[in-house]
Nanobody, 115 residues
Framework: QVQLVESGGGLVQAGGSLRLSCAVSGSIFSIASMGWYRQAPGKERELVAR???????NYADSVKGRFTISRDNAKNTVYLQMDSLKPEDTAVYYC?????????WGQGTQVTVSS
């Protein structure tokens, strides 16, 4: 019943910005953390950013200073603000939610940064 619906992906030019959204629906006991992963062609899936229930955040070194993860509990939504985008940011981005039972994944949204 838990579902993560992503939006905001697309094609942007290098140096531009993009904001990804992930809306959560369904019955969740307790959210431990939410985050964004990405997987580029030929590369392993990596954690981009994470925000815990307490509000602490973590970022991959490659995106520090450029990406910002945030949440709106009232809207049951988590965001990923992506600034100063680079071609190497091109990947499928996945929203994830971890509760006390399991980890849920979104279907992924394509982000393409042109040079």
């Amino acid at each position: 019943q838990v579902q993560l619906v992503e939006s905001g992906g697309g094609l942007v030019q290098a140096g531009g910005s993009l904001r990804l959204s992930c809306a959560v629906s369904g019955s969740i006991f307790s959210i431990a953390s939410m985050g964004w992963y990405r997987q580029a062609p030929g590369k392993e899936r990596e954690l981009v950013a994470r925000i815990t229930r307490a509000g602490s955040t973590n970022y991959a070194d490659s995106v520090k200073g450029r990406f910002t993860i945030s949440r709106d509990n009232a809207k049951n939504t988590v965001y990923l603000q992506m600034d100063s985008l680079k071609p190497e940011d091109t990947a499928v981005y996945y929203c994830t939610l971890r509760d006390s039972i399991r980890t849920y994944w979104g279907q992924g949204t394509q982000v393409t940064v042109s040079s």
